[in-house]
């Protein structure tokens, strides 16, 4: 059974760092690109950084740029999310995503069930 449980959520200042981290089980991590989205209250969520299956290629949402650091370990079937500079509108729950690219999975999709960041003073 496919899960995704992520982890590192919580309250942080302005200004501060987290580092959110996504533990897959159940499938071959390395067949599937990761991504992390978030929901703030009231808002669509929204798709904030991916990463290809093999940790090669990055993309960004353009308010994360030069902030934000999406990274994975296929050995740990782990991916994560360095959050630094983190400002009050980054509040949101995080979701991580994982979504097959390869041959016999391809668009199987997986979701977790979502961290907590609040950026509040």
């Known amino acids: 059974q496919a899960q995704l449980v992520e982890s590192g959520g919580g309250l942080v200042q302005p200004g501060g760092s987290l580092r959110l981290s996504c533990a897959a089980s159940g499938f071959t991590f390395s067949a599937y690109a990761m991504s992390w989205y978030r929901q703030a209250p009231g808002k669509e969520r929204e798709l904030v950084a991916r990463?290809?299956?093999?940790?090669?290629?990055?993309s960004y949402v353009d308010s994360v740029k030069g902030r934000f650091t999406i990274s994975r370990d296929n050995a740990k079937n782990t991916v994560y999310l360095q959050m630094n500079s983190l400002k009050p509108e980054d509040t949101a729950v995080y979701y991580c995503?994982?979504?097959?690219?390869?041959?016999?999975?391809?668009?199987?999709?997986?979701w977790g069930q979502g961290t907590q960041v609040t950026v509040s003073s």
């Open positions: 995503k994982a979504v097959g690219v390869r041959i016999g999975v391809l668009g199987n999709d997986y």
């Open positions: 990463i290809d299956n093999r940790g090669g290629s990055t």
